[in-house]
């Protein structure tokens, strides 16, 4: 995988929606570790805050950075059953950020990586979804 994302060569986002919320992980992060260092990702962001529940952001910072990729994971959905991803990253401010223009916004299974996080077989059904990023 990892000679994939060499050749890939997009920055990515990884953006958890909770509830209309927003935040986003770095490299060495709960859910970067696998996706940046692991995997090799290249992140928008290398300076984001490594923390357990992301850096709260904003659709000014999404903007802002406007990365290739957006790698969406809708924790609302795994909770609750509310999915609220779509209307959040539908805000006027991000009409013209690369991934949301071109499509390439990838809704991740959320109780795959917000519960069962962690065993073999997860991490294997992780980065399986992450393989059709790169194709």
């Known amino acids: ?80 059953g509310k999915s609220t991803a779509k209307q959040a990253l539908n805000n006027p401010v991000l009409k013209n950020v690369k991934a949301i223009k071109e499509d390439k916004v990838y809704n991740l299974d959320p109780k795959l990586w917000y519960f069962a996080a962690g065993s073999t077989t997860t991490t294997i059904k992780q980065i399986d979804e992450l393989e059709k990023v790169v194709k």
């Open 1 to 80: 995988m990892k000679d994939k994302t060499k050749k890939f060569n997009k920055s990515v986002m990884y953006l958890l929606v909770n509830e209309g919320e927003l935040s986003t992980f770095g490299p060495k992060g709960r859910f970067g570790g696998l996706v940046y260092d692991t995997l090799g990702f290249n992140a928008v962001d290398k300076n984001v805050s490594n923390s357990n529940h992301g850096q709260n952001v904003s659709n000014e910072y999404i903007n802002k950075e406007n990365p290739d990729v957006i790698l969406a994971m809708d924790r609302g959905q795994a909770v609750s």
